[in-house]
């Protein structure tokens, strides 16, 4: 079973609060993330004569853009992280963990569903989304910011 994160702590209005919070933010990262990558993808279709090299590059920039994106919106909009300091580096280590499965898959997979499939990349790499976004949910919400305020004690009922 996963651990626990702040969506499960906070039942009730608060945790559905974070889990609205967690939609906008991830509305809003979904659409940054894949106009970034039309737009690096338009960018370096000029720039590169093969194709394949021109939308892997997009993807490779768009994702790290995207990634710091999101851990921005996710720290202080949805999940109002209280980390300050070197802290927000382990923060951020462990919210980028989240991502390297489903960027590594991507790296395997994403040329291969737009070589195969005949698709132009840029619908390719909205069907990608998808999946990130739902990996990304579970990750940040049980493991990304679960230890965002180690100062608050847990009350002796909960630890049952």
């Known amino acids: 079973m996963l651990p626990k994160g702040p969506a499960d702590e906070n039942r009730g209005s608060d945790g559905h609060k974070v889990t609205l919070r967690f939609l906008i933010a991830g509305g809003w990262n979904t659409l940054?993330?894949?106009?970034?990558?039309?737009?690096?993808?338009?960018?370096?279709?000029?720039?590169?004569?093969?194709?394949?090299?021109?939308?892997?590059?997009?993807?490779?920039?768009?994702?790290l853009l995207a990634i710091l994106n999101?851990?921005?919106?996710?720290?202080?909009?949805?999940?109002?992280?209280?980390?300050?300091?070197?802290?927000?580096?382990?923060?951020?280590?462990?919210?980028?963990?989240?991502?390297?499965?489903?960027f590594l898959l991507s790296l395997i997979l994403f040329p291969l569903a737009v070589e195969t499939s005949g698709l132009d990349p840029k619908i390719v790499a909205g069907f990608f989304l998808i999946g990130t976004v739902i990996?990304?949910?579970?990750?940040?919400?049980?493991?990304?910011?679960?230890?965002?305020?180690?100062?608050?004690?847990?009350?002796?009922?909960a630890t049952k």
């Open 32 to 63: 940054f993330g894949y106009l970034v990558f039309v737009l690096l993808d338009l960018f370096f279709t000029r720039v590169f004569s093969r194709r394949y090299l021109a939308y892997m590059s997009a993807m490779i920039m768009g994702n």
């Open 70 to 102: 999101a851990f921005i919106c996710h720290k202080y909009y949805t999940f109002r992280s209280g980390v300050t300091g070197l802290g927000i580096l382990g923060e951020l280590a462990r919210f980028s963990t989240t991502y390297v499965f489903t």
């Open 135 to 157: 990996i990304s949910f579970f990750g940040h919400s049980r493991w990304s910011f679960r230890h965002q305020d180690r100062s608050v004690p847990t009350p002796p009922a």
